[in-house]
C-alpha cells in the first residue's frame, strides 16, 4: 500500500498568515492527490483534487502544487473559517490512504 | 439535493454482527464508486472499502478483509457495509462518500477525489 505522510502534524497560525502544509508519497502517484478540510463534528470537506485543482466554491486562498510524491497545500491568507484539520488522499491505487492530518490551531 | 445519509450504527459485542447503510439522493448513484471511511475518535481517516457504480469490483483494507463486505442496490440508491466478528478497534464513525468522475477531451473516463460525504454513523464495538 502507498503510504501517505504529512508534516507538520501540527501548525499554529495566526489570522493572515501564510501557511504551507506538505504531503509525501512512499512511491510516485502521478497528481492523483486531494486535500480535505474537517471542522471537528462534520465531515471532510473537499478543498483540492489532482494535486492543484480547486473544487467549485473553495476560495482561491487555497492553492495545491506537486506531483510525483511531494505535495504542498497552501493557504495565502488564513482567515477564522480554516483552523481546522486538513488531510491529504492518494487515489493513484484503487487501495485509497489518507495522510495522518495536520492540524491547524491559532496561535 | 444532492446527498448521502448513511445509518445503522450502534453498540455492539466483539465477534457480532452490523450493517450499515447509506442512502443516496439527488443525483445518479448508479453511475458512481462509493467508499466507506471510517475515524476512530480522536484519529484520522482510515479508507474502508469501495464498489465500482456497477457493483462488479470491490476493494477492501488489510484490516477489514475477510470480515467486511460492501454492496449496493442501485434500484434502491442504497449502498451497504456488512461488518461480522466486529473487534474493539472497529469502533469508528463511518462514513460513505462519492467519488466522483469526469471525462477527458479523448473520452477517457477518470475516477478522483471525493465529493460527497454523508455526515456519519457511529460504531461502538464494547462487552
Known amino acids: 500500500d502507498i503510504q501517505m505522510t504529512q508534516s507538520p502534524s501540527t501548525l499554529s497560525a495566526s489570522v493572515g498568515d501564510r501557511v504551507t502544509i506538505t504531503c509525501r508519497a512512499s512511491q510516485s502517484i502521478s497528481s492523483w492527490l486531494a486535500w480535505y478540510q474537517q471542522k471537528p463534528g462534520k465531515a471532510p470537506k473537499l478543498l483540492i483534487y489532482d494535486a492543484s485543482s480547486l473544487e467549485s466554491g473553495v476560495p482561491s486562498r487555497f492553492s495545491g502544487s506537486g506531483s510525483g510524491t511531494e505535495f504542498t497545500l497552501t493557504i495565502s491568507s488564513l482567515q477564522p473559517d480554516d483552523f481546522a484539520t486538513y488531510y491529504c488522499q492518494q487515489y493513484n491505487s484503487y487501495s485509497i490512504t489518507f495522510g495522518q492530518g495536520t492540524r491547524l490551531e491559532i496561535k | ?127
Open chain 2, 1 to 127: 439535493q444532492v446527498q448521502l445519509v448513511e445509518s445503522g450504527g450502534g453498540v455492539v459485542q466483539p465477534g457480532r454482527s452490523l450493517r450499515l447503510s447509506c442512502a443516496a439522493s439527488g443525483f445518479t448513484f448508479s453511475t458512481y464508486a462509493i467508499h466507506w471511511v471510517r475515524q476512530a475518535p480522536g484519529k484520522g481517516l482510515e479508507w474502508v472499502a469501495v464498489i465500482s457504480y456497477d457493483g462488479s469490483n470491490k476493494y477492501y483494507a488489510d484490516s477489514v478483509k475477510g470480515r467486511f463486505t460492501i454492496s449496493r442496490d442501485n434500484s434502491k440508491n442504497t449502498l451497504y457495509l456488512q461488518m461480522n466478528s466486529l473487534r474493539a478497534e472497529d469502533t469508528a464513525l463511518y462514513y460513505c462518500a462519492r467519488r466522483y468522475y469526469y471525462y477527458d477531451n479523448s473520452g477517457s473516463r477518470f475516477d478522483c477525489a471525493f465529493d460527497i460525504w454523508g455526515q456519519g454513523t457511529m460504531v461502538t464495538v464494547s462487552s
